[in-house]
């Protein structure tokens, strides 16, 4: 069982940054891939970045290329998401979710945090 936590999220111009951490409770964090998940009013949740348990490995929504980075610090149990050069399409809640399979799907993530705002203005 994981717990997770977001923070970081708020508002900011366009071309600002944001970075995003998801804390996670529980004895095996190292165990689990993570992924980034967003859901703007009206929309659907999509995918943004996942990374491996190791950190190896990781994997980004065409979207947020060259913009985003994913990171993960397993000693502390928390997964990072660095947002550069944010655009107003950006705007959206931002979920973490932990699975055993790194994937751009969110039916394969089994625990999922509440959510953080991130709000990009124009």
């Known amino acids: 069982q994981v717990q997770l936590v977001e923070s970081g999220g708020g508002l900011v111009q366009a071309g600002g940054s944001l970075r995003l951490s998801c804390a996670a409770s529980g004895r095996t964090f190292s165990s689990y891939a993570m992924g980034w998940f967003r859901q703007a009013p009206g929309k659907e949740r999509e995918f943004v970045a996942a990374?491996?348990?190791?950190?190896?490995?990781?994997y980004y929504a065409d979207s947020v290329k060259g913009r985003f980075t994913i990171s993960r610090d397993n000693a502390k149990g928390t997964v990072y998401l660095q947002m550069n050069s944010l655009k107003p399409e950006d705007t959206a809640v931002y979920y973490c979710a932990a699975g055993y399979i790194v994937a751009g799907r969110d039916y394969e993530y089994d625990y999922w945090g509440q959510g953080t705002q991130v709000t990009v203005s124009s």
């Open positions: 990374i491996s348990w190791s950190g190896g490995s990781t």
